[in-house]
C-alpha cells in the first residue's frame, strides 16, 4: 500500500543566536515578511512556505497552546536549505547581494541547465538561491 501524496514542504527551521538578527537579515537581504515574532522564534513568509528561526536551545521544553501541545526541538552546527528562484532573476539576485555586501561563496552550473549560488546567513547556515534545472523534479 503507497502512502498518502505529500505536497510540499510547509516549513524549514533554522536554530539561531539572536532571532532578531536573523530576522532582519532575512528580511533586508531576501525580502521576507515576518508575521509571528516572539523571544523564542520568528515566522517569515517564504512564497509558500515558511523560514521558522527558533533561539537555538529556546525550544527545548514542551509548549502548551490552547489547541495542543508543541514538542521540544534543537538542533546544532550549520544547516543547508535552498530558495527557488526564476532563472532570470539571478542576476538581480548577485547584484543584490552585493549591495548588502553579502558575499557569494560559490557558484554552481548544474548538467540539467540550472544555477545554483550560495551564500551564508549570520549564523554560518548556507542558504542557496536555485533556478530550474537543479534537479529532475526541479
Known amino acids: 500500500m503507497n502512502p498518502p501524496k505529500l505536497n510540499r514542504i510547509l516549513e524549514t527551521a533554522l536554530y539561531v543566536a539572536d532571532v532578531e ?3 532582519a537579515f532575512y528580511e533586508r537581504i531576501l525580502g521576507l515578511t515576518c508575521f509571528l515574532a516572539l523571544d523564542r ?3 517569515l513568509s517564504a512564497g509558500p512556505s515558511l523560514l521558522l528561526l527558533f533561539l537555538r536551545g ?3 521544553e514542551w509548549v502548551e497552546l490552547p489547541g495542543g501541545r508543541l514538542p521540544p526541538h534543537d538542533g546544532s552546527g550549520t544547516s543547508h536549505f535552498a530558495f527557488a528562484i ?3 532573476t539571478l542576476p538581480a539576485w ?3 547581494l552585493a549591495d548588502h555586501g553579502v558575499p557569494i ?3 554552481v552550473r548544474w548538467d540539467l541547465g540550472g544555477t ?3 551564500f551564508d546567513d549570520p549564523d554560518g547556515h548556507v542558504v542557496e538561491l536555485a533556478t530550474p534545472g537543479v ?3 526541479y
Do not use: F, L
Request: glycine share 8%; net charge positive.
Open 58 to 60: 529556546g525550544t527545548t
Open 94 to 96: 548577485k547584484q543584490r
Open 21 to 23: 538578527r536573523s530576522r
Open 135 to 137: 534537479w529532475p523534479v
Open 116 to 118: 545554483s549560488i550560495y
Open 41 to 43: 522564534m520568528c515566522a
Open 105 to 107: 561563496t560559490s557558484e
Open 86 to 88: 526564476d532563472a532570470g
